[in-house]
């Protein structure tokens, strides 16, 4: 009698959980699209989504895709030197496949930044261990690349961003044969 009992409960109870999960299913395919939530999150807040344009390319080492296996990523960043604080909270940057290949993200894959003028810095820092976010120190460019103040006199990392965007960026840097540099006091070593 007694195993009739804990049958029966058991049953009781996996009818329920099927039913809670019957509900659950139901409810979640009325579900907005990213973009409609991200919409619906700027209307409650009072903002607005800017228009972005396509920024993507390839970085090459040397003449040489980076190759990025390992903990170790190449990072292109856009720097915008006309408001050079805003950077450091959010930086625009995008991680390369280890073909060297890039694109910036602001609201969906690939969709790019906003317009402006920018400055693009480089840099190779290793990926936080887990459970933490972010890129650290050394950089494996030797701080060659990573320094604004030093990349907007370089004509050629100069980025002028307009609708609707350019996706063939080319970037060689050169790394071979170049002792290490210290970082200059606006250099991105790290990212979080």
């Not at 980076?66 to 292109?76: A, F, H, N």
């Not at 810095?121 to 320094?147: C, H, I, T, V």
Request: glycine share 10%; net charge negative.
């Amino acid at each position: 009698m007694r195993i009739q009992t804990r049958t029966r409960l058991h049953w009781s109870l996996l009818e329920g959980g099927f039913v809670l999960l019957a509900l659950s299913v139901a409810g979640c395919t009325r579900t907005q699209s990213a973009d409609q939530a991200l919409a619906k999150a700027y209307e409650a807040t009072g903002g607005q989504r800017q228009e972005v344009a396509k920024v993507a390319g390839t970085v090459t080492i040397d003449g040489q895709p980076p190759g990025d296996t390992g903990p170790m990523r190449t990072i292109v960043i856009l720097y915008d030197s006309q408001k050079p604080d805003a950077w450091r909270k959010a930086p625009l940057y995008a991680v390369c496949d280890e073909d060297g290949h890039f694109e910036f993200t602001t609201y969906g894959r690939g969709d790019g930044v906003p317009p402006g003028s920018y400055v693009a810095l480089f840099a190779q820092l290793r990926m936080s261990s887990w459970g933490e976010m972010g890129y650290n120190p050394p950089d494996g460019f030797k701080n060659e690349y990573n320094d604004p103040d030093k990349n907007e006199k370089m004509p050629e990392f100069k980025v002028d961003v307009a609708l609707p965007g350019k996706t063939d960026y080319q970037f060689d840097l050169k790394i071979a044969g170049k002792d290490a540099a210290s970082p200059g006091p606006h250099a991105v070593t790290k990212l979080k």
